[in-house]
């Protein structure tokens, strides 16, 4: 008898990943209809109260499975303990985020449960008979596929962040929570940390970005990209980069985005300066809306966006950041 719908919590320093909340308040109404609980899933170690926020975003239970080898995350620890609590407790349905790790993550544990996966989902449901049903964007967003599974080992999804909506139930809910030990021991990790750095700032990592300002080609150079900066810093957005500028080493890699880099999809897009390729809008085809700044009219970027600028970006982002900040300052 399945155990019932399950949620893979994502933390970092205490924090939970707002991906999290956003799965949470979309599998509370398919479990609602399915008449099964649902339980969050906490990996890690002396993980604090932090967790019970959880409950308020409908989860029932709150699983946290700790042991010192799950401090910080490894693929192989995290992989082991997981499965090994899926297979015991057998959970109906399985969610993770369609993020780094949970990228990393969601295929292995699939693949040691049997189970299907259907991976960076834009939407679930549930069929007639109560399973899993997935909607996700394929061969650059060609295609969408409407995914559905045929066993009833785990159902599992990881869904894109900034997709579905996070919604607090109430204030005062509170989920059970279940403190267990995992037996895995040093020999069941092969890789060791070494160092982990963290990258200069506190901006919101581009995934779970409200605004994105994003700058290619069309930038002509690193140093240009302070334009972009300033904007970004008014409408307290994150500037992300096309592969071209990624290639050019005008900005880091984490910047990028696209088929080969990350997949956003934030209120609003800005891009400056980029021509609009398939495999740009690949990572950011299901942003809310699109604006264009491009001085080719031309340009494949004008067909895809909500608002398009036709002129130069040097002339018009100064321009649109003044407005911005008159409009703020209101
Ligand atoms: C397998 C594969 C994977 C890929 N993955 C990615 C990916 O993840 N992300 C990604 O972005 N690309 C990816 N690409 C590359 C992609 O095909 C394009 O080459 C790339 O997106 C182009 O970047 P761009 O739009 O910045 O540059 P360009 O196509 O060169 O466009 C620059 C634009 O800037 C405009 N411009 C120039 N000057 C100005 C100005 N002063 N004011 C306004 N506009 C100006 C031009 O009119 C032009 O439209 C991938 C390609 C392949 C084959």
């Known amino acids: 008898m399945p155990k019932g719908m399950w949620v893979f919590v994502e ?34 170690n002396n993980i604090g109260s932090f967790v019970e926020v959880i409950g308020q975003y409908g989860a029932d239970k709150i699983y946290v499975l700790e042991n010192e080898l799950l401090s ?19 959970p109906s349905i399985l969610l993770f985020g369609a993020t780094v790790i949970g990228k990393d993550l969601s295929p292995r544990v699939a693949t040691r449960l049997g189970a299907g996966l259907a991976t960076d989902c834009v939407k679930i449901g549930l069929d007639s008979e109560g399973k899993l049903t997935a909607t996700r964007p394929m061969y650059a967003g060609k295609v969408i596929a409407e995914v559905g599974f045929s066993s009833d080992t785990p159902q599992m999804a990881s869904v894109r962040p900034n997709i579905l909506p996070a919604k607090v139930l109430s204030d005062s809910r509170k989920a059970e929570v279940i403190r267990l030990k995992t037996n895995i021991s040093a020999a069941d990790i092969k890789t060791t940390i070494v160092e982990t750095i963290k990258t200069a700032g506190e901006k919101v990592d581009l995934t779970e970005a409200d605004v994105i300002v994003s700058g290619g080609r069309g930038m002509k150079g690193p140093e240009n990209f302070k334009i972009l900066e300033e904007l970004a810093d008014v409408l307290d957005a994150t500037v992300g980069a096309s592969r071209a500028a990624v290639d050019a080493g005008w900005r880091l890699q984490i910047d990028q985005v696209g088929q080969t880099g990350k997949v956003v999809s934030p209120n609003l897009y800005i891009a400056c300066g980029i021509s609009g390729a398939i495999q740009h809008f690949a990572g950011m085809g299901t942003s809310k809306v699109i604006v264009a700044i491009n001085k080719d009219p031309d340009a494949v970027i004008f067909g895809k966006c909500d608002y398009g600028i036709v002129d130069d970006l040097f002339k018009v982002v100064p321009i649109f950041t003044q407005e911005c900040k008159k409009l703020r300052s209101e």
């Not at 479990?31 to 339980?39: N, R, S």
């Not at 910080?72 to 057998?90: C, I, M, P, S, W």
């Open 11 to 44: 933390h970092k320093d205490d924090k939970i990943r707002k991906v999290t909340f956003e799965m949470l308040s979309e599998a509370r109404k398919l479990a609602d209809q399915k008449g099964e609980e649902l339980c969050a899933v906490v990996l890690g």
């Open 72 to 90: 910080q995350y490894t693929t192989d620890g995290y992989t082991k303990a997981l499965a090994d609590l899926a297979k015991e407790q057998q």
